[in-house]
Every structure is written in C-alpha cells, then in structure tokens.
C-alpha cells in the first residue's frame, strides 16, 4: 500500500500532515477537495499539452518554407473536403492491405507519392489512398529512404511510385513498428 503526505492546505497556510492513500492526494478528513484538485490537474495538463505542440509545430514539424505550406494546406478546408471524399471512396479500409489480400480499417488519408516530394499532386485524388497506422509507418520508413523525405534528408531524384498495388511489398520489407504511439 502506498501512501503520501495529504495536499490540504488551510486558509491560514498549515498543512495537514495526515497520510493519503494513493492513487488519492487528500486523506479521508480533506477527500471532498480531490475532485476539485484533478479537475484542475486535468486543465493544467491540457494547456502543457497544447503548449508542448506548438512548440514542437514551431521547432521541428514547420522547420521551413516547405514544412509551414504543408502544414497550412492539412489544415484548410480543402484538405478536409478531399479527405471525406478519399475516406467514403476508399470505404475506410486501408488500401496497402488490400493490396495483400488484407482487410484492415483506416481513417488516415495518405499521399501515395509523398507531398514533400511532389507538391502538384498535393490535391490529386488519385494520389490519395487510406492507410492504416502500421502500413503508414512502413510507407512514411520507405519514403525516407527512398525519395529522401523527411527530417534532415536530401530529396532524391528517382521515379514516382504511384501505384498503391505496388508499394506494399516495399512497405513489408520495412520493420515493423510496437505499439509505441
């Protein structure tokens, strides 16, 4: 059983030196104010996570001219509509499974010839596919090495892959994540 020092703090600043039961912060006498103190825990923790994102939106993910027009693009109403239409299409269903005979469900819309590396087919319908978390991972390992996509990577000139049927064997080869997201 672990235990901790209760968090109660009278209008007159003395501390209660009772003992809480974990995971409580409050002992049985202060309890009634363990509500109130994960509600603000909860807020506090929203706002750390918002700041903790535009951070990294402002360090890593819009690391330049390319990054922030991206990233603008993925969060206008276009993209939105595009992805509904590429969602409804697709029927939710990843399509580099399909490819495999694999019928796995999906809500992320992909580019197929990556957006980094061929920016006029950032609205192409039929540069869009369905993905799901485990193929988009391989895929987004691919890509790297391939087309030079990517964090601190030179684009290469090599040829487009457009062809969903066409990548899986490719995605396959590249390890496979844990659930570590």
Excluded at 33 to 62: G, L, S
Excluded at 79 to 91: I, S, T
Excluded at 99 to 112: G, L, P, W
Excluded at 124 to 129: E, I, P
Aim: net charge positive; with cysteine; glycine share 4%.
């Amino acid at each position: 059983m672990r235990v901790t020092y209760c968090r109660y703090v009278s209008k007159t600043g003395i501390k209660c030196h009772h003992m809480a039961m974990k995971p409580n912060h409050y002992c049985q006498q202060h309890i009634n104010h363990e509500a109130e103190y994960q509600a603000k825990r909860e807020q506090w923790q929203a706002q750390d996570n918002k700041r903790r994102q535009q951070h990294y939106d402002r360090t890593k993910r819009v690391r330049d001219e390319t990054k922030q027009e991206q990233v603008r693009f993925y969060r206008s109403k276009h993209w939105k509509a595009l992805r509904q239409v590429v969602l409804e299409r697709d029927h939710y269903l990843c399509q580099y499974c399909l490819a495999k005979n694999r019928m796995t469900s999906a809500n992320t819309v992909d580019h197929i010839v990556p957006y980094e590396f061929n920016q006029t087919k950032q609205d192409d319908v039929n540069n869009l596919a369905v993905i799901c978390r485990q193929c988009h991972y391989g895929k987004s390992k691919w890509e790297r090495e391939y087309y030079g996509t990517g964090t601190g990577n030179e684009l290469k000139h090599v040829v487009e892959i457009g062809n969903v049927n066409l990548l899986p064997d490719f995605i396959d080869s590249a390890e496979t994540p844990s659930d570590e997201f």
